[in-house]
């Protein structure tokens, strides 16, 4: 469990490091805390949106539940983004997608802690997140 005064939220999504300083970046913003959990897999995004397998299903989920329990997450941030090696798909496909796995990961969730989608994008000033 995490000690008095440790705050966190929760990100689910692809491994790709380029993405992780802004998503972690945006979620210590959005929610006021300081650490990220990260729930990553190659392509995670397209796997939870088109029929996933039980045995993924479970793992997310257990995954997101210890967060939320022992570490008493602020919220969830789950993110797709351009050129994404293990889904390889147009962006407004992709969003689609993350928008699908964000209420896939709802229903993980007790409660009203907010699960909210987003897309990384390669922008004029490198990665950064997009609300969508």
């Not at 210590?28 to 392509?43: C, F, L, N, S």
């Not at 796997?47 to 397998?53: D, E, F």
């Amino acid at each position: 469990m995490s000690d008095l005064g440790e705050t966190f939220f929760t990100s689910v999504g692809c491994m790709d490091g380029r993405v992780q300083a802004p998503i972690e970046e945006y979620g210590q913003k959005r929610y006021g805390v300081k650490y990220p959990d990260t729930i990553t897999e190659a392509g995670l995004v397209g796997l939870l949106a088109n029929n996933p397998s039980t045995e993924l299903l479970e793992s997310i989920k257990n995954k997101i539940l210890i967060s939320v329990e022992k570490h008493h997450s602020k919220g969830i941030i789950v993110h797709g983004h351009q050129s994404c090696a293990g889904n390889p798909i147009d962006d407004e496909t992709h969003k689609a997608q993350t928008e699908e796995a964000a209420r896939v990961v709802r229903t993980f969730v007790p409660g009203d802690l907010e699960v909210k989608p987003v897309f990384v994008i390669n922008g004029q000033n490198g990665w950064e997140v997009t609300e969508i």
